[in-house]
């Protein structure tokens, strides 16, 4: 796929899936009102709050671009990738989209105190953490082979490493 086709199919998608689950959701749960009798001292929970949904969402951008320029693609399985995605964040976590969904979600309860949105978001964990074992694993495999196996021994799927993996350090499959 050309890159403006995948920049293209990329941004509708991030429209119709994270717009709605980040989004539009989280706004139908609460209008987005903080819970009218937060102590005083919920503040520094509202800032980690800001900042859990500030990194979700630059993780998030980020992600996506990354599926455009260096898979080929979208992260929407019908327009999926050309190449293995395993550069910028995806050299931390596997799956940063999902990580990044649930932490903006995550900072949004904290933000606006509503229990509600921290049981959306361990519902939304637990089937997304389903797709990715059941459905995104053996199609990536499929898919790609040897190189989504080493991939996946090397990065974790949900806690991202602290050092970045370089698929290239002992001539791991995908090495450039």
């Known amino acids: 796929m050309r890159r403006p086709t995948a920049a293209v199919g990329s941004a509708l998608f991030f429209v119709l899936a994270p717009g709605v689950v980040v989004g539009l959701i989280p706004w139908l749960l609460t209008r987005w009102q ?5 102590p005083y001292y919920w503040g520094p929970v509202r800032v980690i709050g800001m900042i859990l949904l500030l990194a979700g969402l630059i993780v998030l951008v980020g992600a996506f671009a990354r599926f ?5 693609g979208t992260p929407a399985p019908v327009a ?6 395993v550069g910028g964040v995806y050299r931390y976590v596997r799956n940063p989209m999902y990580v990044a969904i649930l932490a903006a979600i995550v900072g949004q309860a904290l933000i606006l105190g509503r229990f509600g949105l921290l049981l959306y978001a361990t519902v939304l964990w637990l089937i997304t953490a389903a797709f990715v074992r059941f459905y995104e694993e053996p199609t990536l495999t499929r898919r ?11 990065v974790p799927a949900w806690w991202p490493r602290l ?3 370089d698929p290239g350090e002992r001539g791991e499959p995908g090495a450039r």
């Open 68 to 72: 455009v320029m260096e898979g080929f």
């Open 34 to 38: 903080a819970h009218e009798s937060l």
């Open 80 to 85: 999926a990738p050309e190449r293995l995605v």
């Open 163 to 165: 050092r970045p993996w």
């Open 144 to 154: 790609f082979g040897a190189d989504y196996e080493a991939y996946r021994r090397a």
